[in-house]
């Protein structure tokens, strides 16, 4: 089954523990993508990657790392997590920005 | 700079009814791509329709139609007929191909969708 998971689907921290929220793609995608979901604000893109090795920032990369070693992994750090960094986050993968994004079902982060 | 609005924040009617979410885009491309997406109470994103610049013909899809207008720059969804499972938060978005290949995805706030029974 074509899908995105991430892990873990739920988490809450303290600021400042390190954490590293993990995305995997099994449709052999180039173009992967974390956004962060906030009330009022719909979604923001955080990072997206357009193939191994190549990443950029989207439009809220501050306090987030992203890494893409392989094709199919796209995992999403918060060296050091702030309370305003609670929020509901969502991978995503697709061919490119021209076709729809298959997205994952998302991890709610709380940091306390 | 690349903008997708939907004014509508909530919007509650009741079953059977017909019922429009509004979504007006700004950008300076000439190509770009618009798409809306189904967010249910469970907490997914389902895809639900993809348009690209070039075309501007009115889709259709079962009770769900879309209205797409360059000169006016929106992409209106008509839920024809609502039910109750069509309760959700729905999100209108806008990509475009920068130089060098880069890629940008922008979402509109969403407008959350009550059906009563």
């Known amino acids: 089954e074509a899908q995105v998971t991430q892990n873990p689907r739920y988490l809450i921290t303290v600021t400042g523990k390190k954490l590293t929220v993990t995305c995997s793609q099994n449709?052999?995608?180039?173009?992967m993508s974390w956004y962060r979901q906030d009330p009022g604000l719909g979604l923001r893109q955080i990072y997206y990657?357009?193939?191994?090795?190549?990443?950029d920032k989207g439009d809220v990369p501050e306090g987030y790392k992203v890494s893409r070693k392989e094709k199919r992994n796209f995992p999403l750090i918060l060296e050091s997590p702030s309370p305003n960094q609670t929020s509901l986050y969502f991978c995503?993968?697709?061919?490119?920005?021209?076709?729809?994004?298959?997205f994952g079902p998302g991890t709610r982060l709380t940091v306390t | 700079a690349q903008k997708v609005t939907q004014a509508q924040t909530e919007i509650s009617v009741v079953e059977k009814e017909d019922v429009t979410l509004d979504c007006v885009y700004e950008?300076?491309?000439?190509?770009?791509?618009l798409f809306w997406y189904k967010q249910p109470p469970s907490g997914e994103l389902v895809f639900l329709i993809r348009?690209?610049?070039?075309?501007?013909q009115n889709e259709i899809s079962g009770r769900y139609s879309w209205n797409f207008q360059k000169s006016t720059s929106s992409f209106n969804f008509t839920i024809t007929a609502s039910q109750v499972v069509d309760s959700a938060v729905y999100f209108c978005?806008?990509?475009?191909?920068?130089?060098?290949?880069?890629?940008?995805?922008?979402f509109g706030q969403g407008t959350r969708l009550t059906i009563n029974p």
């Open positions: 995503a993968s697709s061919p490119g920005l021209r076709y729809e994004q298959y």
């Open positions: 449709m052999n995608h180039e173009y």
């Open positions: 990657s357009m193939n191994v090795e190549v990443t």
């Open positions: 950008t300076r491309d000439t190509t770009y791509y």
């Open positions: 348009r690209n610049s070039f075309d501007e």
């Open positions: 978005a806008l990509s475009r191909e920068l130089v060098q290949g880069a890629q940008k995805l922008v």
